[in-house]
């Protein structure tokens, strides 16, 4: 009974931890003209789509700034590294952020 009360207890924190992380991801696609934030994590699955990022220069610890929005939303500039790149809401969606005040 002791063993069974442990493992229930592991499993509520366990998933009691994740819904947190949940409500904590802030993407990208999220970002408000204007905004400044630090890019947290790749979100990707597809290995090519993360390289493509990576070699754009979005990688760990760097500070985006969303300059401007096209009139339906797709595609958005942002600066980065002394560069500004334009970059589709799709791609923006799998980049984890926090946000800089």
């Known amino acids: 009974m002791k063993n069974r ?3 229930n207890m592991k499993a509520i924190s366990y998933l009691g931890g994740l819904c947190m992380k949940e ?3 802030n993407t990208a ?3 408000k003209i204007g905004d400044k934030a630090r890019v947290l994590r790749l979100d990707v699955s597809n290995k090519e789509i ?3 990022l990576l070699d754009m220069g979005i990688t760990r610890g760097v500070e ?3 300059k401007k929005k096209a009139p ?3 595609p958005i500039d942002i600066s980065l590294r002394d560069y500004e790149l334009c970059i589709s809401k799709k791609e923006l969606s ?3 952020v926090e946000v800089i005040k």
């Open 5 to 7: 009360n442990i493992i």
């Open 23 to 25: 409500r904590e991801k």
């Open 29 to 31: 696609d999220k970002l």
């Open 50 to 52: 993360k390289r493509h």
């Open 64 to 66: 985006i700034y969303i």
């Open 72 to 74: 339906m939303g797709d």
């Open 94 to 96: 799998s980049i984890v």
